[in-house]
Every structure is written in C-alpha cells, then in structure tokens.
C-alpha cells in the first residue's frame, strides 16, 4: 500500500489508485461532477482540483492524477474555492436553473456545489439559450427524459453506456452551448441500440436524465428511500425504492455504488418495472367462485372457507388428496411457512415451487456431485475470471447485472467461450462461439471432456485428492471423439478442441449456466457433466473458479434452501432421516408425515387423475409456465378445490374457487436469498392496496382454521425459527443481515458468510464422479414438424409477465410475441421478417410476429414464453426429467407457416 496525506490525515491508497480514489476512500469529499468510481477518468468539470506539495503549488485534477509515497494533498484552500466557485458560476450560465420545479432538487450535485461555494448564478447575465432545445430520441419514448437545458455535459451517461453497458447508444452531439446527449440520428431510444436500464439516469448529477413516468410526483427531497431487494431475476439487488409517503406511491428507483451484488447497477425491469405496484388491477379483496364469476367475500369468511374445505378433503381422501404449491416470488419466511403448512396442518409431502420448473436439476446434479445444489462463487469474482465458459445462458438479457460483471472481465482480457444454439450478445463477443443443436449439451461436454483427458490436460492431482470414481468415469468417455460431437451437434470439431484447451489452461476459469442446460429431459445429467468437467479439470473451490447456475426468480434459491419440495425438510435436511425427522418434529410439536411427496408436475398429472382433489397455489400460475397448456387446464378443471394467493387475476386464478389478495415485494417485510447464497432483506415501502394482505399473513390464518395454530409477531419471528432449525443459516438473524446480508453457509453467529464453496474439501467430502451417457431430445423433428422449437426469456419481460407487462418502457419496446426464424428457413417456408405467422406442434398452436435473422440455426426456432394471448407453452412438450420432473421447454418438434402480410411498421425490438 502506499502511504499519504491528504488534509492533515495519514491514508493509504493501492498502487494505481488516484488521489481521488484515496480519498473518497478514506472518507475525504473532493468536490466532483464527472467522477464515477465505476467510469474511467476523463478530468472533463475541473472541479476536483486539489493542491500536491503545499498550496502555494498549482492545483492538480484529482480524479486524473495518480497517489504516490509520501505525496501531500491538500483538498481545500481559498484559491482552490475560487476556482471552483468560477467553474460553476459559467456551468450555471448554461444551465436553466428551475430548482423550485426541479424534480431532481435535493438530489442534485450542481445544486449542492453551487450552495457551498456560494456561486453566481446571475454573475454572467440571463440564461444563455435563446430558444429550448429541440430533441426527438427522448420525446417518443415511455421511459427517460432527457432535458439539455439541464445539461452540464459532464459525459457520465455517455461514458456509463459505452465502458459499463457496452451499448453505446447515446453519445455527444454538436458543440459549444449547443451540445447535447443525442443517439445516433436522433432516433427514438426505444428504437436504437439503448436498452432502457437507467443508468444514464442514475449517473446524472443533475435532473438532465430522468425517468418521464416520474416528472412531478415528487422532488428528490420529498421521497423517502427504502432499501431492498428487486423482485425480478436471482441476482439479488438491492436498491432504494423512492416513496411519496403522502401519495403512498414508489416515484423512481435508485441504486448506488458499492452496494454488494450490483454495484449501483440495474436493468430495465429493476429501474423502471415497479409500475405493477401501483396498477389499479391489483387484486384489492379476498374474491370466492359464484357460478361463472366471483363475488367479493370478508377475510373471515374466505379463510373459513379454505381451511373447512382443505380440512374436508384431506379428512375424506387422505393428506395425498391436497397438494401445495410455493413460490420463488415471495420471502424465504413465507416458503418456509408454506411447506409447514403443508407439513404440520395438512400432514403431507406434497409441496413445490418453482424449481421443478427451472433449477431444480441444479439442486440435485450439484448435490450429487459436490454435496450442495447452489453457486459455488459470487457475482463479483466474475470480473477476475481468466476463462469464461458459458453455455445455455443469455446472461445479457436473463441476468443483466451478471452480464455486466462478464463484459468487465472481457475488458479486462478474460477469455470467454459461449455454448449456445442461439446467438446473443455474449456469442457475438466470444473468443469461441459453438453454436451447438438444441439437446446435444452433453454430446458436447463428453467430447470436451474427452480431448482433455486424451491430451493429458486434466488435474490429476485435484483428481486423485479430491474426487472419486474417476475410473469408471474416464472410461465412459471412450466413445466421445470430438468428431462424432461436431457431426451430432452441427459444429466444427476445432472449436470443441479450442474449447476444450482453453477452459482446461484457465487461471481461473469458471462455468456459468442457466435453463438452457436444465429445462430438459435430461437436465440433471447435463449439470452432473459440468460438475464434471470442473472437477477434471480442478476449476472449483477457489476464487472466481467454479460452477455457477444462474438462478432464474428473485428467491429461487431461498425457496428450495427453505424446503418447499417433497423431498428435503429446510436446509436440505433428508426427511427420511430420524435425527432431522426429530428435530422438526419437537419444534412444530407434530408427526411428520411420511409420503413421498410429488412435484408441480405430478400435481397437475394427479388433478387429472382424480388423485389430487385440491391444490393451493401462492404466487404462481402452473397455467402459463407448465408444459402442455391445453392439458395443463384440462387438468386443473377437474380439482374439487384450488386456491390461489395473487397480486393480479393469473390465468390460474381464472379458475380458483377462492382468490386470496397478497402483498407484493414492496409492500411487506422478509428476506431473499440470491443466486450467490446471499441472505438479504426486503422492507416494506408501501401499504398494499384495499385489504390485501402480506402473504405471511395469510397462510398463518389459513394454518390455524385447518387447525395447526401458527402465531408470529412478524417475519423476523419466522426468520428466527428457521435459522433455529437451519444449520447453513444458523448464524443469521434480522440484525446481522442489516447493510450487505450474509451468504450461506453461516454457521455461528460470529461466522462471516462465505464467500465461495468448497474450498480444500466438498460438501459431501469427494467430489462424485458421475458417467453421463447421452440422451437425445424426446420428441425429435420429422417431416410433419420439422423445426427444433426452444424458449426463453428475454431482456424486457420476465416469465408469464404479469408483472412486465404492465411497465410502459417494457410494452413499448416488445409489444407482442414474436419468433426467431433464421433467414434461410424463412425463405423456404416464404415467411418474411415482420410477418404475422402461426407456429404449431403435436399440442397445439399460437400466433406471432416472425424475427428473421441469423440469431437461430435453420434447423431451429425461438420464442419467449412472456405472452399469455400468444402463449408458448400452448406448444412446449410434457416430457420431464426423470430425476425432478423438470420439463424439456427447450426442444420439441414444431413447425411454422405464413398468416398474414408482413407489417412494415413494426418496429419491436425482439431482443439483443
């Protein structure tokens, strides 16, 4: 470290630092407009002059100018005030200064400079633009307003989109008083390269950038910030939700630098998709069927309802009759509350969530391998990854906030391998790209696996150490040649070589996936082999080197830590095991029960059946994200009873007896736990709307009317039970989880988090060694349907968009459903880009805008299962993973045909 002084104090800075870095470090405000920890220096405001060696020395620009030993700053002197007085004073001539309707007034940097430094706003005469300036690119758009009169062109937005973003969508445009912030031509930002993340906005020291939804609901000053967690994807950041207490409304969402996971950054749906919060078709009261509608009913009567009629049927038919649904959407409090419910008050095993639907072949292909079913790093030890290894994951767009730790590591020299059968962004940047046949995964890693053990590139002494059955494994490769993968997989063998050789030489490399590889008929095989593969080659249980499933909802990951499956009590605990059976059983004072449980997909296959008589589903909707919609709702018709607990009327609670009126994200206090094992918290913000109730709430009175009474004072209480009984969370509580959280494991209260898993010992000891032979999709294409049909999610909706769909910025850029045709199989089946057409397979149909392009393979289609009127899953196969019952989304046989003329004025963006 090198040692300085900066005003009188001794600090210490790393070498490369700059003073300013020191000192904001240290704790020393150096007065800044341009400066951004996370930008590049540019030294543009000049206001971070600072004096080296005395004041009698000429001032220096802080933000530009390297720390050294034994340097002496001095921060503040009458000279240096002067200046900066000056430099404001011809910023503010420029500048239409309207504080008192300001939106951004008591959040502004320019405002707050020029009160310090007591400059002259007047000193040269009126505001120097004779005219507003006219701009189009922000005037069309539902998200960011961009006023230039407000304006000091410091570059922060310019620079953020082109060094953090990597879209550089915006840049400058003219000179002198008359440069502004333009994209390229002036077009609209919904229909340039921008992707709408707000970063421009909160990077801006003044009100130039804003969010057009905002203007006049309330000035910086006025609004209260409430830190939590977003409520989209499994990054886990956090945020401060800006409240107007008075209007009992969210205005805007910020998100500072520093902060654990995401550093200050968002994506479009954690900046701007809050909207659902205040949308007026929120459910307000419990609602109960009444012939083909529903009428509004008391809480009273609704949980009576619920509790007498599950009591009934699971009196009559047996626990086995009544089934449990959780949700990934809500706090680790209210699933762990959930799968007791089912537990103690219904006496069954019956309970799931979403996993079933995405990663659960993650839990139980990592759990075998290595012990534990999660991340094995954290998001920022991304950014020192030498070797990136991706496949099946669109982090850009799925997870954006880990996209960007991956285009830090690609600035910083990393290498990055991408696996995909589509072409996305990280594909177009990769040093590697294989763009592979939907379903041939393991083809792929067997024969990369192969070459190294072949080439003698392996870990032998990580091998021989760490892990066992490496015989019986090595030698199941032996029919895996790298030319039978390139055959089978539709890709040159040199890449898989490429491939191959560099994740193995990695210092670090680190794999990283998402549902490409576990929605599918074989998805737990699939996450074995990658364990697999950084087991052979020693690329786990060291910083930034591992295996890193992405996680898909907000809590995913706090759903199954909870134990809201079948098969494991919370904290992964073996229900089957009597010591863990004992414990759990003297806590919630009753018989554990002993079936064997079922899945989300085994629900809706027993509703059919008549097995399942009644089903409680909290914060999904199985209708729009199961496999086989027609079958899916066929199913679901035949239940004597089935609850749901929603913030909006899902296409699953069109077909309830009773609706239950939950508490969303913002408007309830609890915990998430991240895709990192992060534990953070989430707090109320705003009150939920009409008689709505918090979802901890809720299954607490309908526990107690089936007779099991659960009583808390609030979700630290719950919080406080579970880590009682949770070894991995037993050194958490509210207190210790307050400013960044904790991750998992955390043992004892004294016990820091850990930061990465497996380090000099896996969970389960060895690391297992597993043979995975291939398997092939389940439903190959024929001459009837003979397009490979793969989903997924995109950057501006999330799932069933329920929520998505109701932000402007999100409907405004993707309106509708489309799918991703590549142009020489458009032209085969003379579909042209922008044209309507109807996609089909062996379970039914859908309509959509064609995309085409060279983003698929001709042998393969894509589209997003946002859409409930052009619903995906009206197509998507039922076939499951035998292990999780994970059903195979990513490949079935469809076809697709013309419905109508291309439409010219179509300007969706389908996706980056």
């Given at each position: 470290?090198?040692?300085?002084?900066?005003?009188?104090?001794?600090?210490?800075?790393?070498?490369?630092?700059?003073?300013?870095?020191?000192?904001?470090?240290?704790?020393?405000?150096?007065?800044?407009?341009?400066?951004?920890?996370?930008?590049?220096?540019?030294?543009?405001?000049?206001?971070?002059?600072?004096?080296?060696?005395?004041?009698?020395?000429?001032?220096?620009?802080?933000?530009?100018?390297?720390?050294?030993?034994?340097?002496?700053?001095?921060?503040?002197?009458?000279?240096?005030?002067?200046?900066?007085?000056?430099?404001?004073?011809?910023?503010?001539?420029?500048?239409?200064?309207?504080?008192?309707?300001?939106?951004?007034?008591?959040?502004?940097?320019?405002?707050?400079?020029?009160?310090?430094?007591?400059?002259?706003?007047?000193?040269?005469?009126?505001?120097?633009?004779?005219?507003?300036?006219?701009?189009?690119?922000?005037?069309?758009?539902?998200?960011?307003?961009?006023?230039?009169?407000?304006?000091?062109?410091?570059?922060?937005?310019?620079?953020?989109?082109?060094?953090?973003?990597?879209?550089?969508?915006?840049?400058?445009?003219?000179?002198?008083?008359?440069?502004?912030?333009?994209?390229?031509?002036?077009?609209?930002?919904?229909?340039?390269?921008?992707?709408?993340?707000?970063?421009?906005?909160?990077?801006?020291?003044?009100?130039?950038?804003?969010?057009?939804?905002?203007?006049?609901?309330?000035?910086?000053?006025?609004?209260?910030?409430?830190?939590?967690?977003?409520?989209?994807?499994?990054?886990?950041?956090?945020?401060?939700?800006?409240?107007?207490?008075?209007?009992?409304?969210?205005?805007?969402?910020?998100?500072?630098?520093?902060?654990?996971?995401?550093?200050?950054?968002?994506?479009?749906?954690?900046?701007?998709?809050?909207?659902?919060?205040?949308?007026?078709?929120?459910?307000?009261?419990?609602?109960?069927?009444?012939?083909?509608?529903?009428?509004?009913?008391?809480?009273?009567?609704?949980?009576?309802?619920?509790?007498?009629?599950?009591?009934?049927?699971?009196?009559?038919?047996?626990?086995?009759?009544?089934?449990?649904?959780?949700?990934?959407?809500?706090?680790?409090?209210?699933?762990?509350?959930?799968?007791?419910?089912?537990?103690?008050?219904?006496?069954?095993?019956?309970?799931?969530q979403c996993a079933t639907t995405c990663h659960a072949p993650t839990v139980a292909g990592l759990a075998a391998a290595f012990g534990s079913g999660a991340m094995t790093n954290?998001?920022?030890?991304?950014?020192?990854?030498?070797?990136?290894?991706?496949?099946?994951?669109?982090?850009?767009?799925?997870?954006?906030?880990?996209?960007?730790?991956?285009?830090?590591?690609?600035?910083?020299?990393?290498?990055?391998?991408?696996?995909?059968?589509?072409?996305?962004?990280?594909?177009?940047?990769?040093?590697?790209?294989?763009?592979?046949?939907?379903?041939?995964?393991?083809?792929?890693?067997?024969?990369?696996?192969?070459?190294?053990?072949?080439?003698?590139?392996?870990?032998?002494?990580?091998?021989?150490?760490?892990?066992?059955?490496?015989?019986?494994?090595?030698?199941?490769?032996?029919?895996?040649?790298?030319?039978?993968?390139?055959?089978?997989?539709?890709?040159?063998?040199?890449?898989?070589?490429?491939?191959?050789?560099?994740?193995?030489?990695?210092?670090?490399?680190?794999?990283?996936?998402?549902?490409?590889?576990?929605?599918?008929?074989?998805?737990?095989?699939?996450?074995?082999?990658?364990?697999?593969?950084?087991?052979?080659?020693?690329?786990?249980?060291?910083?930034?080197?591992?295996?890193?499933?992405?996680?898909?909802?907000?809590?995913?990951?706090?759903?199954?830590?909870?134990?809201?499956?079948?098969?494991?009590?919370?904290?992964?605990?073996?229900?089957?095991?009597?010591?863990?059976?004992?414990?759990?059983?003297?806590?919630?004072?009753?018989?554990?029960?002993?079936?064997?449980?079922?899945?989300?997909?085994?629900?809706?296959?027993?509703?059919?059946?008549?097995?399942?008589?009644?089903?409680?589903?909290?914060?999904?909707?199985?209708?729009?994200?199961?496999?086989?919609?027609?079958?899916?709702?066929?199913?679901?018709?035949?239940?004597?009873?089935?609850?749901?607990?929603?913030?909006?009327?899902?296409?699953?609670?069109?077909?309830?007896?009773?609706?239950?009126?939950?508490?969303?994200?913002?408007?309830?206090?609890?915990?998430?736990?991240?895709?990192?094992?992060?534990?953070?918290?989430?707090?109320?913000?705003?009150?939920?709307?009409?008689?709505?109730?918090?979802?901890?709430?809720?299954?607490?009175?309908?526990?107690?009317?089936?007779?099991?009474?659960?009583?808390?004072?609030?979700?630290?209480?719950?919080?406080?039970?579970?880590?009682?009984?949770?070894?991995?969370?037993?050194?958490?509580?509210?207190?210790?989880?307050?400013?960044?959280?904790?991750?998992?494991?955390?043992?004892?209260?004294?016990?820091?988090?850990?930061?990465?898993?497996?380090?000099?010992?896996?969970?389960?000891?060895?690391?297992?060694?597993?043979?995975?032979?291939?398997?092939?999709?389940?439903?190959?294409?024929?001459?009837?349907?003979?397009?490979?049909?793969?989903?997924?999610?995109?950057?501006?909706?999330?799932?069933?968009?329920?929520?998505?769909?109701?932000?402007?910025?999100?409907?405004?850029?993707?309106?509708?459903?489309?799918?991703e045709i590549h142009e020489d199989a458009a032209a085969r089946y003379g579909i042209r880009d922008g044209q309507e057409v109807v996609v089909r397979s062996r379970r039914g149909?859908?309509?959509?805008?064609?995309?085409?392009?060279?983003?698929?393979?001709?042998?393969?289609?894509?589209?997003?299962?946002?859409?409930?009127?052009?619903?995906?899953?009206?197509?998507?196969?039922?076939?499951?993973?035998?292990?999780?019952?994970?059903?195979?989304?990513?490949?079935?046989?469809?076809?697709?045909?013309?419905?109508?003329?291309?439409?010219?004025?179509?300007?969706?963006?389908?996706?980056?």
């Open positions: 470290m090198i040692r300085l002084t900066i005003d009188y104090r001794e600090v210490q800075a790393r070498p490369g630092q700059t003073i300013m870095e020191a000192a904001l470090a240290a704790g020393i405000e150096v007065p800044h407009l341009c400066h951004d920890p996370r930008l590049s220096p540019v030294g543009a405001c000049r206001l971070c002059q600072v004096h080296v060696g005395g004041i009698d020395r000429a001032p220096v620009l802080a933000c530009i100018t390297q720390a050294s030993e034994g340097m002496t700053v001095i921060t503040e002197s009458p000279e240096l005030a002067a200046r900066r007085k000056a430099i404001l004073e011809l910023l503010l001539s420029e500048h239409r200064v309207a504080c008192t309707t300001c939106d951004a007034d008591g959040g502004c940097v320019l405002q707050d400079l020029a009160y310090r430094y007591g400059a002259d706003e007047w000193l040269y005469g009126a505001y120097q633009h004779g005219e507003p300036v006219a701009l189009n690119y922000t005037s069309e758009n539902r998200g960011i307003e961009y006023d230039a009169e407000k304006c000091v062109r410091c570059g922060r937005c310019v620079r953020f989109c082109d060094e953090v973003q990597m879209a550089s969508a915006i840049t400058f445009d003219g000179r002198g008083i008359a440069m502004k912030v333009n994209t390229a031509h002036g077009r609209p930002l919904h229909q340039s390269d921008c992707e709408l993340c707000g970063g421009c906005i909160r990077v801006c020291p003044t009100g130039a950038m804003r969010e057009r939804a905002a203007m006049g609901l309330g000035r910086a000053k006025d609004l209260a910030a409430v830190r939590t967690t977003c409520t989209y994807c499994g990054v886990g950041c956090q945020m401060d939700l800006q409240v107007n207490r008075r209007l009992n409304r969210i205005v805007r969402v910020t998100s500072a630098p520093g902060l654990p996971v995401n550093d200050g950054h968002l994506c479009v749906k954690g900046h701007f998709g809050f909207e659902f919060v205040n949308s007026p078709e929120r459910l307000t009261d419990p609602l109960i069927r009444e012939g083909d509608g529903f009428r509004t009913a008391s809480w009273d009567e609704a949980i009576g309802l619920v509790g007498s009629r599950l009591r009934q049927i699971r009196d009559r038919g047996g626990p086995e009759a009544l089934a449990f649904m959780s949700s990934c959407r809500c706090t680790n409090e209210e699933n762990y509350l959930m799968q007791k419910l089912a537990r103690a008050a219904a006496s069954t095993n019956n309970v799931d954290s998001t920022r030890e991304i950014r020192d990854c030498r070797v990136m290894f991706v496949i099946g994951c669109n982090a850009t767009e799925a997870h954006p906030i880990v996209g960007l730790e991956m285009k830090r590591a690609l600035r910083s020299g990393a290498t990055l391998i991408v696996c995909d059968p589509r072409r996305t962004w990280l594909a177009d940047h990769a040093h590697i790209f294989i763009q592979h046949r939907p379903g041939s995964d393991n083809m792929l890693i067997n024969a990369m696996m192969s070459h190294i053990v072949g080439q003698g590139l392996y870990d032998r002494k990580f091998v021989a150490e760490r892990c066992e059955d490496f015989d019986a494994f090595r030698e199941g490769l032996g029919g895996y040649t790298v030319e039978k993968a390139a055959r089978y997989c539709g890709v040159e063998p040199g890449l898989i070589r490429q491939a191959a050789e560099l994740y193995a030489r990695g210092a670090p490399s680190g794999i990283f996936y998402t549902l490409g590889i576990t929605e599918h008929s074989c998805g737990t095989d699939n996450v074995k082999n990658l364990a697999n593969l950084a087991m052979l080659c020693g690329q786990i249980g060291k910083p930034s080197s591992g295996i890193n499933p992405l996680r898909g909802q907000n809590n995913v990951q706090g759903g199954c830590d909870m134990g809201a499956m079948p098969h494991r009590l919370p904290g992964y605990q073996d229900w089957k095991d009597p010591v863990s059976r004992e414990k759990f059983q003297k806590a919630w004072g009753v018989k554990l029960p002993e079936n064997s449980g079922g899945r989300v997909t085994h629900f809706i296959e027993r509703a059919g059946n008549g097995e399942v008589k009644a089903l409680y589903v909290m914060g999904e909707d199985p209708v729009m994200s199961e496999p086989n919609q027609t079958k899916v709702i066929a199913h679901l018709r035949k239940l004597d009873f089935l609850v749901c607990q929603e913030i909006f009327m899902s296409e699953t609670a069109r077909l309830a007896h009773v609706i239950l009126p939950g508490a969303c994200f913002a408007e309830k206090d609890g915990t998430f736990t991240c895709s990192e094992r992060r534990v953070q918290r989430i707090r109320r913000a705003v009150a939920p709307p009409g008689r709505a109730r918090p979802d901890w709430e809720i299954l607490c009175s309908v526990s107690t009317a089936m007779g099991y009474p659960m009583n808390y004072p609030g979700p630290a209480e719950v919080f406080a039970e579970l880590a009682s009984l949770m070894p991995s969370y037993a050194g958490m509580n509210y207190a210790r989880l307050e400013g960044d959280g904790l991750q998992w494991p955390c043992p004892t209260a004294e016990h820091p988090g850990t930061r990465f898993l497996h380090e000099g010992k896996f969970t389960r000891g060895k690391g297992l060694f597993h043979s995975i032979a291939f398997q092939p999709q389940k439903e190959e294409p024929d001459a009837e349907y003979p397009l490979i049909l793969s989903t997924g999610r995109t950057l501006y909706h999330y799932n069933v968009g329920t929520m998505t769909r109701r932000m402007a910025v999100a409907t405004q850029k993707q309106p509708r459903n489309f799918v149909r859908t309509t959509a805008r064609a995309a085409v392009g060279r983003k698929v393979r001709p042998d393969t289609i894509w589209m997003p299962f946002h859409f409930v009127e052009e619903s995906a899953n009206a197509l998507t196969i039922d076939a499951f993973d035998p292990v999780t019952a994970t059903a195979e989304y990513k490949c079935c046989a469809a076809r697709i045909e013309p419905s109508g003329p291309p439409e010219a004025a179509s300007r969706q963006q389908p996706s980056r």
